[in-house]
């Protein structure tokens, strides 16, 4: 699990209390009334069965609760298998360590490293599943060592509440008018693919100021991880989607690749703007047909529902657009190089931008296509470059529990073991996240909330009731708040918490004893342990930066002259770039300057790949003169060169850069000086070489700071 990161507008509102209200849209209310009643029923079940803390199955509903069907379906399901796994695990630890605290403490610490280990290299609910199990494991084998001889009823007790609250929010998410993931996946795709064709027609008509282009390519990054994070659950609810799974996944890649390109087509076009009016004045019909078209495809809700005319009309766009690329080609040798590579390179990247649109509606009809016959696809192993980070959050995981456990063995605090469990809470944010550290300072503060209605409850409420309606109905005043703002991404762990311990701590027992010593004993010791281990947290912090540098690495120093060289096919290095970076998309905060300088310039160089197999095209056409072909070829080779020692520098790599661009200034310059002076098929092979380098030459200027910097480092 993961904790949610929040928007770049609310990372600089203010850590504590963001300033935006929580959704009141209907699907939000119907989904904090369908919680709380979930959570209601639970605490009723739980009840008719006696167990001995029945606020876990409430606590469970809570920490559970989902917008759609998918998503609860999947999270519970997981949670259940962990649950089992890690009750067991814990009664294994009872039964061989009980009498030997400090052999215990080591081994619960080790199994919890592991399963943080793991979980650090799965995702989404997989990831979940193996923490909670460590978790589970945790709380059961320490509160079973209290009384090792009811270990097994404690372990029972727990599983049953839990596995009711699992219960009663499945049964609520799938009833009470049930949103399913699929239909969620559809509408996001949807909403998507009109923000990226806006996003598009933006770059193309020049309309918006840089700064009002990077907040739009920002909400459209945001829109691309919310529709990843759909499609990796949306599986749990029908068989076609899991099969389709792949072609889903491409659709992000897909996203991705449109929006590296608009962003290049924007500035190229801004630069042009200055120094080629009249190249410019030919290519602005067809610039301002394709964005008529993608305007109106962008304002039709049902964009999507009718793939082949959305296709139809943006062929129809890249038919015009090509047309008048071959336009400036044919005026090679009649006007002047530079303005005219330009403009070809301008009209190509268009032209790349609409098939990339394209792209996505053939992917979205496939993917959505419901059907259960197509076989599943193959489950795809971890990658290697995750494991030094997932052996640090579990080294970290471990040395915590350690921590923990050693202050309440060296205190003999009566209230240690909710110590131990506060702390082991706040280490489910520390996994795969960059800095967990606003999210868990948001969650201990709403925790802080929950005690405190919590206590208000118990004090002022509670004595003065009669019957379970009665209870029912002062707890929807918390429950429900607090389900409008677990429903609220922005919100979403400030619910859980204020929802989650206000209902386990008001003491809603079997039999309601209000003891406040023990209320605030027990409260300070979870507070506490959680400070301790967000301390702990703070103090070692554990980041994706080492794959961000294996990222840069593999890019500049390994495909790029690999494509350069021949080796590699150019959409293949493009494809395996853009994937490295969809894996690490999540970890990305777009309004820090680093994170910003790494996306764009990660896709700039997938695109870079694109261009330098269009180069080879060229060197190897029959129309290509000959002392083209010639300068082609030694600067792919020359530049391979220089990419690959500007990878292997550190200390001079301003030096290394400035080689590599100089590589390309001297070969624009000779083609330049090799235009033929009439018209013809060389003089368009010229041309399109001239485009290309064009292209790669903006990197150094727009990218500059991505190939300067060591994103390995801190």
């Not at 001889?149 to 009833?175: F, P, Q, Y």
């Amino acid at each position: 699990m993961s904790a949610p990161r929040p928007p770049a507008e609310e990372t600089r509102a203010g850590p504590w209390f963001p300033s935006s209200p929580v959704d009141l849209g209907w699907r939000n209310v119907v989904f904090a009334l369908r919680t709380a009643a979930a959570a209601l029923a639970a605490l009723a079940i739980a009840y008719w069965m006696e167990l001995s803390d029945p606020q876990w199955a409430t606590l469970t509903v809570y920490l559970l609760a989902q917008p759609t069907v998918g998503a609860a379906v999947a999270k519970g399901a997981w949670r259940t298998l962990g649950t089992l796994a890690g009750g067991l695990a814990g009664l294994v630890i009872v039964a061989l360590f009980s009498q030997a605290a400090e052999l215990m403490v080591g081994v619960t610490a080790l199994a919890i490293g592991t399963c943080f280990y793991v979980g650090a290299r799965l995702r989404n609910y997989a990831a979940y599943a193996v923490m909670l199990a460590g978790y589970t494991m945790l709380l059961v084998a320490y509160e079973g060592s209290l009384d090792p001889l009811n270990a097994w009823t404690v372990a029972a007790d727990r599983t049953g509440e839990i596995l009711i609250g699992i219960a009663c929010i499945t049964a609520a998410s799938t009833i009470v008018v049930p949103r399913y993931a699929g239909d969620a996946l559809r509408e996001g795709l949807a909403g998507t693919f009109s923000g990226l064709a806006r996003y598009v027609a933006t770059a193309m008509r020049l309309s918006e100021p840089p700064a009002v282009f990077a907040a739009l390519r920002q909400r459209m990054v945001a829109g691309v991880v919310s529709f990843d994070a759909l499609r990796s659950y949306a599986l749990f609810e029908a068989p076609e989607m899991r099969a389709n799974g792949p072609a889903l996944a491409r659709s992000v890649r897909e996203f991705l690749v449109v929006l590296a390109v608009a962003r290049g087509v924007y500035f190229r076009l801004d630069a042009f703007q200055k120094d080629g009016q009249a190249v410019l004045e030919r290519m602005r019909p067809a610039l301002d047909g394709a964005v008529a078209r993608l305007e109106a495809i962008a304002a039709d809700p049902a964009a999507l529902s009718d793939p082949h005319h959305t296709r139809r009309e943006l062929l129809a766009a890249r038919a015009q657009i090509a047309a008048t690329a071959g336009e400036l080609e044919a005026m090679a040798g009649q006007a002047p190089f530079e303005p005219l590579a330009n403009g070809v390179l301008i009209m190509r990247r268009a032209g790349d931008l609409l098939h990339g649109l394209s792209m996505v509606v053939v992917t979205e009809a496939a993917s959505l296509r419901r059907d259960a016959r197509a076989p599943a696809a193959r489950r795809a192993a971890m990658p290697a470059e995750g494991r030094g980070e997932a052996l640090l959050i579990a080294l970290r995981a471990a040395l915590a529990i350690v921590t923990l456990s050693a202050i309440w063995m060296a205190t003999a605090w009566s209230s240690g073991f909710s110590f131990v469990a506060g702390g082991a809470i706040m280490l489910f944010f520390a996994v795969n996240q960059d800095n967990p550290i606003p999210a868990a300072r948001t969650f201990l503060v709403w925790s802080m909330a929950g005690i405190a209605a919590a206590y208000a409850l118990m004090v002022l409420v509670l004595p003065a009731l009669e019957g379970f309606e009665a209870l029912a109905a002062a707890l929807m005043l918390v429950l429900l708040p607090a389900g409008l703002m677990a429903g609220t991404p922005s919100r979403a762990w400030g619910g859980i918490a204020l929802g989650g311990f206000t209902i386990s701590q008001a003491g809603t027992g079997n039999v309601f004893t209000p003891d406040e010593l023990a209320f605030f004993n027990n409260a300070l010791a979870l507070l506490l342990g959680m400070v301790v281990c967000l301390a702990l947290l703070a103090a070692m912090p554990v980041n994706s930066r080492a794959r961000r540098g294996q990222c840069w690495q593999r890019a500049i120093g390994e495909l790029l002259p690999a494509v350069a060289r021949g080796k590699v096919q150019p959409r293949r290095a493009a494809g395996e770039i853009v994937t490295m970076l969809a894996g690490l998309l999540p970890r990305l905060s777009l309004d820090r300057l680093r994170d910003e300088d790494f996306f764009r310039g990660t896709l700039g160089t997938s695109s870079c790949a694109v261009e330098l197999g269009r180069l080879i095209g060229v060197a190897a056409d029959r129309a290509t003169p000959p002392e083209t072909a010639h300068t082609l070829a030694g600067f792919l080779g020359a530049f391979a060169g220089a990419l690959e020692r500007l990878a292997a520098s550190r200390a001079d790599r301003p030096a290394r850069v400035a080689e590599a661009e100089a590589l390309v200034a001297e070969a624009r310059a000779a083609l330049a000086a090799q235009m033929p002076s009439a018209p013809g098929e060389e003089a368009r092979a010229v041309l399109r070489a001239g485009a290309s380098l064009r292209f790669i030459a903006d990197r150094f200027d727009i990218d500059r700071p991505y190939l300067l910097r060591s994103f390995a480092e801190g």
